[in-house]
């Protein structure tokens, strides 16, 4: 009976450390430097859009909730739209904008042709635009907020985690004196050079799990 008992404990410790060494991957593979975790996600034309489909490329993912008032700072600028320029700045960057909103809570897209409405009331430009209502892709790069940023570079390394820039309000008269972090550090990216800041505190609504 004792027998049973140690081994019912030895069990249970067995599991918390493999649950341990999990939630550590995680985290470190959500960190610039470490390789980028793969994933597939339905976009917004109804496809299956994988990461793996860009490899050797750079790709940025941004966290999107359109109810979010700092996502609209950057949506609703004036003149031309400061997230919707950075979006078809380069054409050597794949941009995929990503909604983790779960059903009931805000921002949250139940199909394809609602995301496709969105994107186009929106007029995005990103590449593709993806549904992760289930939550799995945002944890998986540790999304905090919307907006929140990774940039993946061609070696499958992440290079860049954090937020858009370096004001964290939602007002659209910060963006001309912020420091625009994604910006600089997809033209480092892009010049094959170092991200001097690869890591920043992502600002804006929590990501509505």
Same mark, same amino acid.
């Given at each position: 009976?004792? $027998? *049973?008992v140690?081994?019912?404990?030895f069990?249970q410790?067995v @599991?918390?450390f &493999?649950?341990?060494?999990g939630?550590s991957?995680? $985290?470190s #593979?959500?960190?610039?430097?470490k390789m980028a975790?793969?994933?597939s %996600?339905?976009?917004h034309?109804g496809?299956k859009?994988? %990461?793996s489909?860009?490899k050797?490329?750079i790709? &940025? %993912?941004?966290w +999107? *909730?359109h109810?979010?008032p700092?996502?609209r700072?950057h949506?609703?600028?004036r *003149?031309i739209p400061?997230m919707? %320029?950075a979006?078809?700045?380069?054409? !050597?960057?794949v941009?995929l904008?990503?909604?983790s909103?779960a059903?009931?809570?805000?921002? /949250?897209?139940g199909? #394809?042709?609602?995301?496709?409405a @969105?994107y186009?009331?929106?007029?995005?430009?990103? !590449? $593709?635009?993806?549904? !992760?209502?289930s939550?799995k892709?945002?944890r998986? /790069?540790?999304?905090?907020?919307t907006p929140? +940023?990774?940039i993946?570079?061609?070696?499958?390394?992440?290079?860049y985690?954090?937020a &858009?820039?370096? &004001?964290?309000s939602?007002s659209?008269?910060?963006i001309p004196?912020?420091?625009n972090?994604?910006?600089l550090a997809?033209d480092?990216?892009? #010049?094959g050079?170092?991200v @001097?800041?690869a890591?920043?505190?992502? /600002?804006?609504?929590?990501? @509505? /799990?």
């Amino acid at each position: 009976m004792r $027998a *049973n008992v140690f081994k019912g404990i030895f069990m249970q410790l067995v @599991k918390i450390f &493999i649950l341990f060494l999990g939630l550590s991957y995680s $985290a470190s #593979a959500a960190e610039p430097g470490k390789m980028a975790e793969g994933f597939s %996600l339905t976009s917004h034309e109804g496809k299956k859009v994988s %990461l793996s489909d860009y490899k050797g490329k750079i790709v &940025i %993912l941004e966290w +999107f *909730n359109h109810g979010c008032p700092f996502v609209r700072k950057h949506y609703d600028s004036r *003149n031309i739209p400061n997230m919707q %320029l950075a979006q078809q700045s380069n054409k !050597d960057v794949v941009w995929l904008t990503i909604v983790s909103s779960a059903q009931g809570k805000q921002g /949250y897209l139940g199909s #394809a042709k609602e995301a496709t409405a @969105k994107y186009k009331e929106e007029n995005m430009r990103a !590449d $593709a635009f993806l549904l !992760d209502p289930s939550g799995k892709v945002g944890r998986m /790069y540790k999304a905090k907020t919307t907006p929140q +940023f990774t940039i993946i570079g061609k070696d499958g390394k992440i290079a860049y985690a954090g937020a &858009i820039d370096s &004001i964290p309000s939602s007002s659209a008269d910060d963006i001309p004196h912020a420091k625009n972090y994604v910006e600089l550090a997809m033209d480092q990216v892009l #010049a094959g050079k170092p991200v @001097k800041i690869a890591k920043t505190k992502p /600002y804006g609504c929590s990501v @509505k /799990y």
